[in-house]
């Protein structure tokens, strides 16, 4: 299962599917490195009514692109929502006309060597992971381009929203790299084998409607009301309590990522505390009949 708690607690940090853990001190190093490096910043804004939660990528000059700084901004924002029960939805989206350009390039000058790139990689695996694993279902918004390490971002939430000005492009391959944030991962899991291999090989633009064709987008929304339209996409699907939200979201990710026995097992543990709960009792309360 993708955890971190346990490893963690042990001095490891989980870095993706199959058992390979790394040193929460290299992500400390990683901190240290990169927190000084670039501008923009990624915000978070919590309604507590609503209980939704909007991460907001913020450096449009630079179309985007994950500062340094930005990195571990985004890290400690994934931090608090793990610790956070009360949000039901987690929103992942950007200022201005792009979503995400991938790397800054000052950063990526500054750190551009084998050692330094293990490190900024180790952290953003654990970040995105982190993002990833939420109990609390999350959605990105693609406004416009995502490239490189911005096409791995959109991997990293369950749902994604493109306009029809969105796109996404995994060019790493004409940088002379790989995925550094997981992206590879999470894109064959999310489309079949051929096609993400096809996608990052080929470095190709996938256009919002050839997005929803291959399973790596979900709906298309208008540009110019794509704020009011995730909003209402959001409020259709955060009607239950956040215990209820946040435990289909359990439910579905051990489907996803468990052996069948163990999935049914952590379904069953999911399900016992919410029968005869608060909302379930208030359920039952009501003047409801068969139909």
């Not at 990169?34 to 909007?54: H, P, Q």
């Not at 492009?169 to 894109?187: E, I």
């Not at 489309?191 to 996608?199: F, I, Q, R």
């Not at 435990?247 to 049914?264: C, H, N, Q, V, W």
Request: hydrophobic fraction near 40%; aromatic fraction near 6%; proline fraction near 2%.
């Amino acid at each position: 299962m993708l955890c971190v708690g346990v490893a963690a607690r042990r001095g490891w940090a989980w870095m993706g599917v199959g058992g390979r853990l790394c040193s929460t001190s290299m992500i400390e190093e990683g901190r240290e490195k990169l927190k000084e490096l670039g501008e923009g910043e990624v915000t978070l804004e919590k309604d507590g009514e609503s209980g939704v939660a909007t991460i907001t990528l913020r450096n449009a000059k630079r179309r985007n692109a994950l500062s340094g700084r930005m990195m571990v901004q985004l890290a400690d924002i994934t931090h608090t929502l793990s610790a956070c029960q009360d949000t039901k939805i987690v929103t992942l989206q950007a200022d201005g006309e792009y979503f995400c350009s991938g790397g800054d390039l000052t950063t990526v000058r500054a750190i551009c060597n084998p050692r330094d790139g293990l490190l900024m990689s180790t952290l953003m695996h654990d970040t995105l992971t982190r993002l990833h694993t939420l109990t609390a279902p999350s959605v990105c918004l693609v406004h416009g381009p995502a490239i490189g390490g911005g096409a791995e971002l959109t991997t990293a939430t369950d749902f994604r929203i493109f306009t029809e000005t969105g796109n996404i492009s995994f060019v790493q391959g004409s940088m002379g790299v790989v995925t550094g944030w997981g992206g590879g991962t999470r894109l064959t899991r999310l489309v079949h084998y051929p096609t993400a291999l096809d996608l990052l090989l080929t470095g190709r633009k996938i256009e919002a409607e050839e997005a929803i064709k291959i399973g790596l987008a979900d709906f298309i929304v208008d540009s110019e009301t794509r704020f009011a339209a995730v909003g209402e996409w959001v409020k259709v699907r955060s009607g239950h309590v956040g215990e209820v939200v946040r435990g289909f979201k359990t439910i579905t990710m051990g489907a996803r990522d468990l052996p069948a026995g163990e999935s049914l097992a952590e379904e069953r543990g999911v399900f016992s505390p919410l029968w005869g709960g608060p909302a379930n009792l208030k359920a039952l309360g009501k003047n409801i009949k068969h139909r």
